[in-house]
């Protein structure tokens, strides 16, 4: 073979490139950085022999192109192992889950089989459940949502936290929520009916069989099952009933025999006498500021005491000017929300706005 015409070939014979073989030749400086990189892989084993640079023949040329595949192969594997050095090198920033971060309060609360202890967090996800002993105390945290404190004897299950619409169910046992997401947002399914955040702070009570007391502190709540609703503000209450829904609110500090007349109103199967009688009690002590328990009361009694309810309504909060006797007779619903309006406490387009928005979603079963 006649090498003497070909450069590349004549490069290979020249002691340029015996640098490869016994480190005689110009070192590359590409060489050089692979060196440093495959240095940490060098072998204690003794290298071969191989034929100096006096006795290079057209044989020995032969077996350096034969070993150029090696080499080749050697420099892929290197190339490869330092790309996947460098990329687990690097740390990737953690996937978050979307759901409420849990801290430990008290006792062993539970994510699913996970228990939360003294020292570290979890993480509520979406179907997962949270369940607290009589010993056991929790906090759920999201920084775009709000703070829920779960007391003991408590199953909470987060069911969604899409973009518009967060949503836990409440089987049964107490939180505490304070949240400050947009009004609308956060809701709470319960056994017996929705509690729908309006901007507030409020206490939900569930016991075992499936009834509930709202009680808020800031703001205000909506609470609805099939149609049937009621707004609490900050210092009042309402009770709520599996099949019946919410009851009607009332202030807390309202007298004994208004409350006890209100519940069995709400609840007792009674005769249309019975009704009229505990009416009557409810009529007879309410203040001023129970014209929250009297507007709700129009849309809960026949229409034969509805009359009644209007005008003691009326005596203790004149309603607005475009509120008229027949419309209020006939549930006119604007004019029911003008009248609501006035009272002072709160802006009742917020609920409707809640109303267009997510009425149609459907709340999955509570589980028993």
Not at 5 to 24: A, H, I, M, Q, V
């Amino acid at each position: 073979m006649d090498t003497g015409n070909n450069p590349s070939e004549n490069k290979l014979l020249t002691g340029s490139d015996d640098y490869l073989w016994d480190r005689s030749g110009e070192p590359d400086p590409e060489i050089q950085k692979l060196e440093a990189i495959l240095g940490k892989l060098q072998s204690n084993r003794p290298r071969p022999l191989l034929p100096g640079k006096a006795s290079v023949s057209k044989w020995s040329f032969f077996q350096r192109i034969r070993l150029v595949p090696v080499f080749v192969s050697v420099l892929a594997i290197a190339a490869i192992g330092f790309v996947t050095y460098t990329v687990r090198g690097k740390k990737t920033a953690p996937i978050e889950i979307a759901g409420w971060d849990v801290s430990w309060m008290a006792g062993t609360p539970r994510v699913g089989p996970s228990v939360i202890t003294g020292k570290e967090s979890g993480r509520l996800g979406i179907g997962q459940m949270l369940e607290t002993d009589p010993q056991s105390r929790a906090t759920l945290r999201a920084d775009d949502i709000g703070q829920i404190e779960v007391e003991g004897n408590t199953r909470l299950r987060l069911l969604t936290m899409g973009s518009g619409l967060k949503r836990i169910a409440l089987d049964r046992g107490t939180i505490h929520t304070y949240i400050w997401a947009s009004p609308g947002e956060f809701v709470v399914d319960t056994p017996s009916a929705t509690t729908v955040d309006l901007g507030c702070a409020y206490t939900l009570q569930v016991d075992d069989s499936g009834a509930g007391t709202v009680r808020t502190s800031m703001g205000w709540v909506g609470f609805t099952l099939n149609g049937r609703e009621a707004f609490i503000p900050a210092g009042a209450a309402c009770a709520t009933r599996p099949k019946v829904g919410p009851g009607t609110p009332y202030f807390e500090d309202a007298s004994g025999k208004f409350r006890e007349a209100l519940a069995r109103f709400d609840f007792e199967k009674s005769t249309p006498q019975e009704r009229t009688q505990e009416l009557a009690v409810i009529l007879g002590h309410a203040r001023k500021r129970d014209a929250l328990t009297l507007w709700h009361l129009l849309a809960r009694v026949d229409a034969g005491q509805r009359r009644l309810v209007y005008d003691r309504l009326r005596k203790l909060s004149p309603p607005p000017r475009d509120v008229t006797q027949e419309g209020i007779l006939s549930l006119d619903r604007t004019m029911l929300d003008l009248w609501w309006n006035q009272l002072g406490f709160d802006d009742i387009s917020v609920w409707r706005h809640w109303e267009r928005t997510w009425a149609g979603s459907s709340a999955p079963a509570p589980k028993k």
